[in-house]
């Protein structure tokens, strides 16, 4: 027995350890992760979008009702979305561009860079955080800050409501590009990779700073910018945060981001949760941001310098 045991264990040891089974065991955590934490939830929310479910009771098919009835007879679900592409639309080139700008002005040999990115990554860490959230609705209140600074310079913005039904919306536009820090460190990584002797043979052949930017640094830093362009028009359309705790969609509905919408008809503070019509609203947005990152693709050979 004891003969047999060894060649048992001496032929799983030899089968563990070829090639591919020892990086399928290793990679087995995360399959087992993978599956329980994505596919079977997606799989499940697929299911649900074609039922009636309000979490209590058994799903209930039915069909395509949820997605007509988004469709045709919600119009919250067209005000969201409007919203969220112009929260979108206007607050990623802006983030995009301010990164940029910062990661000019750090590219520059100095003992003092690294605490420079550090300050300017912070807010890229704590800036979805709620406490930051709450920090930002305080400060932008009648009496907060931002009122009592620019009160001193520009008296007609004493007591200013940037709660009103058209600012709210810019009051979440600047936390976002507020959050620049990991496209910054992204943008000047980039900047780093560029070769001094092009800016050279560009300073030889008589071009000034301008010229050197526009003919040198911004296409080369094409490839970045269209990967910074992509991640936070993603990260745009998945935004809760800040809206659920600063403005809860107020007023009138003019800041209530597509996701904080589905959220409180999966989690309503009162009458039964939909979360059949919640996973079809889910849905929709992995669709709309499917397409959209299609169409940032797709132009992508027309901008886009590949070296």
């Known amino acids: 027995m004891t003969a047999i045991s060894r060649r048992r264990k001496t032929g799983c040891a030899a089968w563990i350890n070829q090639e591919n089974v020892a990086g399928y065991v290793f990679s087995l955590p995360f399959i087992i992760g993978f599956l329980m934490f994505m596919v079977i939830p997606m799989g499940l929310s697929l299911y ?7 979490i209590q009771n058994p799903p209930v098919w039915t069909g395509l009702n949820n997605y007509i009835t988004i469709f045709t007879k919600d119009p919250t679900f067209r005000k969201s979305l409007r919203v969220t ?16 700008i910062v990661a000019l002005i750090l590219n520059h040999e100095s003992k003092a860079v690294p605490i420079y990115r550090a300050t300017f990554y912070l807010p890229s860490i704590i800036g979805g955080s709620v406490a930051v959230a709450i920090l930002w609705r305080r400060m932008f209140e009648s009496t907060g800050t931002v009122n009592a600074i620019l009160g001193k310079m520009l008296p007609f913005l004493q007591g200013y409501n940037w709660f ?23 943008f000047l990584s980039a900047l780093k990779q560029i070769p001094r002797e092009l800016y050279e043979a560009a300073h030889v052949d008589g071009a000034n700073g301008r010229q050197r930017f526009f003919k040198v640094t911004l296409p080369l830093l094409t490839p970045t910018i269209f990967f910074n362009l992509v991640q936070q028009t993603i990260n745009s359309f998945l935004a809760f945060t800040q809206c659920k705790l600063i403005t809860n969609g107020d007023p009138r509905k003019s800041t209530l981001f597509y996701t904080v919408y589905q959220y409180n008809k999966a989690f309503p503070a009162v009458g039964k949760s939909q979360m059949g019509y919640a996973s079809a609203l889910a849905w929709i947005m992995l669709v709309i941001i499917t397409a959209v990152t299609a169409l940032l693709f797709w132009s992508r050979s027309k901008w886009v310098y590949d070296d």
């Open 48 to 54: 649900y979008s074609f039922c009636r479910y309000d």
């Open 85 to 100: 592409c112009y929260y979108a639309l206007i607050g990623t080139p802006l983030k995009v561009v301010f990164a940029l």
């Open 164 to 186: 009103s039904e058209g600012p709210a919306i810019w009051v979440l536009i600047i936390l976002t590009v507020w959050q620049f820090g990991s496209s910054m460190l992204i």
